[in-house]
């Protein structure tokens, strides 16, 4: 806000972005789910969107919108809990459920079978996320991959390039996975990439 401030910012080197609403439009979407065993694509989506309509994360809006246009009843979740740049469990009807990330299903005990990895690996270099679904007390599998994308603001390829022309090192920095911000990376041709970083 000071003139002082606004001289420093010639010495500036290095410019670091959040991906998700900076580089991105922040409005994901669900373009994929991908169900493994029982339960069809409904089912799954009701019960993923009612437990991240508490959640915060803008990747839960996005199921929870695809839900909505579905026209989906969600049924009630209790003892809903959110595990910071993991995921979130609840219980519905009796069962417990989880949604969230690679790491939260392993620590969950959730197994991810080698062709759902292939899967999320596609996903992945489409530059999706992919979300994971998995009940607590089923045989263990994962119950599903639900991706989800979000699209590159048209103004962003504009400014990366401008601010490498003034020999600003652009770095890109957000909570998904490597394999989705490499994807995006690519796209824009930024510089570098920290990935899979939690919010602290």
Not at 80 to 99: H, L, M, R
Not at 110 to 117: D, F, L, S, T, V
Not at 152 to 169: D, P, T
């Amino acid at each position: 806000k000071s003139g002082e401030a606004l001289q420093e910012a010639r010495n500036v080197d290095t410019v670091v972005m959040d991906k998700t609403g900076t580089i991105t439009e922040g409005k994901p979407r669900v373009t994929d789910i991908i169900v493994n065993g029982e339960g069809g694509t409904e089912e799954i989506l009701t019960l993923a969107a009612a437990l991240e309509k508490p959640s915060e994360h803008p990747l839960a809006d996005a199921i929870v919108s695809a839900a909505e246009e579905r026209g989906l009843r969600l049924p009630e979740v209790t003892g809903f809990q959110a595990v910071f740049g993991k995921g979130i469990e609840g219980t519905i009807d009796g069962a417990v459920y989880y949604v969230g990330n690679r790491k939260f299903m392993e620590e969950k005990g959730i197994r991810i079978a080698k062709e759902q990895e292939q899967e999320m690996e596609n996903l992945a270099e489409e530059g999706k996320t992919p979300l994971l679904f998995g009940k607590a007390d089923g045989d263990g599998s994962l119950g599903a991959v639900i991706a989800v994308a979000d699209t590159v603001k048209g103004s962003s390829l504009a400014a990366i390039r401008n601010l490498e022309k003034m020999h600003v090192h652009v770095i890109m920095l957000t909570g998904d996975n490597r394999k989705t911000a490499e994807a995006v990376r690519r796209k824009l041709g930024i510089a570098e990439v920290i990935a899979e970083v939690l919010p602290d």
